[in-house]
Nanobody, 124 residues
């Protein structure tokens, strides 16, 4: 059974940093994508960043230059380094797995497995 477990959320002041992690278990694959999405109710869940098996990364415009996504060597852990956080970044952050090959997608519809989320709060 595939499981994704996020950690690292918390409260931080504006312009602070946080590092989110997502550990993947129960999945064996060589060509897949992983991504981070976030949701701040009542807004829809939105794309943050993703990385494919070749290491190609994509970012939402609003986080470009502030957030960095990367995986460990065996691709079992996905990390999101978030710097210069703003109140608008406050949300529940979700890790997701897309088991199909190719370039990672900004659309959540391609992702078949999701974690439970980790909450990020940013105070001004």
């Amino acid at each position: 059974q595939v499981q994704l477990v996020e950690s690292g959320g918390g409260s931080v002041q504006s312009r602070g940093s946080l590092t989110l992690s997502c550990v993947v278990s129960g999945f064996i694959g060589t060509d897949f994508c992983m991504g981070w999405f976030r949701q701040s109710l009542p807004k829809k869940r939105e794309f943050v960043a993703c990385v494919d098996s070749d290491g190609e990364k994509r970012y939402a415009d609003i986080v470009e230059g502030r957030f960095t996504i990367f995986q460990n060597a065996v691709k079992s852990t996905l990390t999101l380094q978030m710097n210069s956080l703003e109140p608008g970044d406050a949300a529940m952050y979700f890790c997701a797995l897309d088991t199909s090959p190719g370039v990672c997608s900004r659309s959540e519809s391609y992702y078949t497995h999701w974690g439970q989320g980790t909450q990020v709060t940013v105070s001004s």
